[in-house]
């Protein structure tokens, strides 16, 4: 684990195995952190945190390590991302492409640290000048999951360290191997000790025990939208800040004038990307029925063409299932679809490989709204079709699951475009494109997708209090005891 600067071993000596999804093979070997752990990786962030001097430095001077953060991933880009496919199952080039958005990100934050501002008024009469500053909240514990590890604690860790906060990181059990780089990589860029503390283990009990700790002030926590209620509820303990980014079963809608070409290549890219392991994956087709029969046959046959298989081959697009649960889990809902009458088209099971976990593009049609595989996180290569004949029906549909995570719309009518747009309670809706991210802009989810938002330049103001600064001039006036 890396506390306090150092990279350490867990308090007990115990250690637990990663085994590559697409290999079978073990990968990794890391230390098992318990109660004890973690509340030594708390008291090093505090102490950091009340000390200083990180805090304290100038933005200007914060922004130097960030930026050398990013120099260094991506330096170590192929390292990380072979790391990354190893843990995971992604594919190698998919990995690769994840390292540079993620240095993108700290170089990102490394100029919203000299932005970060309050405000004043010289409004309030002439004897009355009040200031109103953002401090750093404090100590947050970020909890992140296995899908994207790298680029996940690079949505929230650089913006925490901009605004001066310190950390205590605990990556999925599945996925740390770059998390814990993470640490060498930012005392080489010069952070100070204390300042980023990563445990490795499991959400029980080191999850949970950074989730009730009184000594942390705000926790960014990315994972199922199960966990992220578990959170909210250890949270109470101290009333720590709680940041959710949740799950999703995100509406892709194509009406019959769209770009067809355009929006077929999107849809299998929204539903296929990361085994379909995303939060914002497009597993809900929402066709209009003028076009429906054959928008399907062709989304059919691009999905039969996708390479699946080794997430080290270069061409693989499609690669091995995170783990024994979730390949299960994904296997359960296929057979949920099958028995509520919704129309296999192709796919629908396991690919015979000699080893790892693959699952085959799946694609159901005739799904209704109230099907379970309409409605849940799939979190796998499963696209559910629905149809629709009108924006208004579409609309409705499209909300009409606990999730407001995200949503595509492909049209060439602007009126329709901005309707769907205004219409559907999402974070971030895409018009004639599907998944496309910028450190810009900010991402987060409505309803039980979330909790707050990260990226975009209101993030570094997740992590800070504003304070209210009055300052009264000249004599006392109206005094009160007289
Ligand atoms: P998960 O909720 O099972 O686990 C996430 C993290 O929480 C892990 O580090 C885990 O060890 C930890 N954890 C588990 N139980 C805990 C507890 N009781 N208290 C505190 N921590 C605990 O999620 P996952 O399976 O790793 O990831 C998949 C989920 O994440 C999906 O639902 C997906 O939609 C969501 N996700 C959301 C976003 C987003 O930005 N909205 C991004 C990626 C993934």
Same mark, same amino acid.
């Given at each position: ?278 939060? #914002? ?7 209009? #029925? ?37 390949? #299960? ?154």
């Amino acid at each position: 684990m890396w506390i306090d600067g150092k990279s350490v071993p867990a308090r007990s000596g115990k250690t637990f195995l990663r085994e590559s999804p697409g290999h079978g093979i073990t990968v990794g070997e890391y230390p098992l952190a318990d109660r004890h752990d973690v509340d030594s990786a708390v008291a090093a962030a505090r102490r950091a945190f009340d000390t200083g001097p990180w805090p304290l430095l100038s933005g200007a001077d914060r922004s130097k390590v960030l930026w050398q953060t990013a120099e260094i991933i991506r330096a170590r880009k192929e390292d990380l991302a072979l790391t990354e496919t190893l843990e995971s199952g992604k594919p190698i080039k998919q990995a690769r492409d994840e390292m540079e958005w993620s240095a993108a990100l700290w170089d990102y934050a490394g100029a919203l640290c000299r932005h970060l501002h309050g405000d004043s008024y010289n409004s309030l009469g002439s004897q009355v000048l009040a200031l109103t500053v953002r401090e750093p909240i404090g100590v947050v514990a970020m909890i992140t999951p296995w899908n994207f590890p790298l680029l996940i604690i690079s949505q929230k860790l650089p913006f925490a360290l901009a605004a001066g906060c310190s950390a205590v990181i605990k990556p999925s059990e599945l996925t740390p191997g770059t998390t814990l780089k993470l640490g060498e990589i930012l005392a080489e860029a010069g952070l100070p000790d204390g300042v980023v503390n990563i445990v490795s283990g499991y959400g029980d009990p080191s999850g949970i025990a950074l989730s009730e700790h009184p000594e942390i002030d705000m926790i960014s926590f990315t994972g199922s939208t199960e966990v992220g209620k578990a959170v909210v509820g250890a949270s109470q303990r101290n009333l720590k800040k709680v940041e959710l980014e949740l799950g999703g079963k995100n509406p892709h809608l194509v009406f019959a004038d769209a770009d067809l070409e355009a929006a077929l290549d999107a849809v299998v890219f929204g539903v296929y990307f990361n085994m379909g392991e995303c939060c #914002n994956s497009g597993s809900r087709l929402l066709v209009q #029925n003028d076009i429906a029969d054959e928008f399907v046959s062709r989304v059919i046959e691009t999905a039969k063409r996708i390479p699946v298989g080794d997430p080290l081959d270069e061409r693989t697009k499609i690669g091995a299932i995170i783990d024994e649960n979730q390949f #299960n889990k994904i296997l359960g809902y296929i057979e949920s679809g099958n028995r509520a009458g919704a129309r296999l088209r192709v796919g629908g099971g396991q690919l015979p490989q000699v080893t790892g976990r693959f699952i085959e593009p799946t694609v159901f049609d005739a799904v209704q709204p109230e099907m379970a595989i309409a409605r849940e996180e799939i979190f796998g290569p499963v696209l559910s079709i629905l149809t629709f004949d009108t924006k208004e029906e579409a609309i409705r549909i499209a909300n009409s699951t606990i999730y407001g995570l995200s949503a595509g719309v492909w049209t060439r009518d602007i009126d329709t475009a901005f309707a769907v747009s205004r219409g559907i309670r999402a974070g971030t809706i895409w018009i004639n494109t599907f998944m496309d991210g910028y450190p810009e802009l900010c991402f987060g989810g409505f309803k039980q997708s979330g909790l707050g938002r990260e990226l975009g330049r209101f993030s570094i103001e997740e992590f800070t209090e504003l304070k209210s600064i009055q300052v009264h001039l000249g004599p006392r006036t109206n005094l009160w005891a007289r």
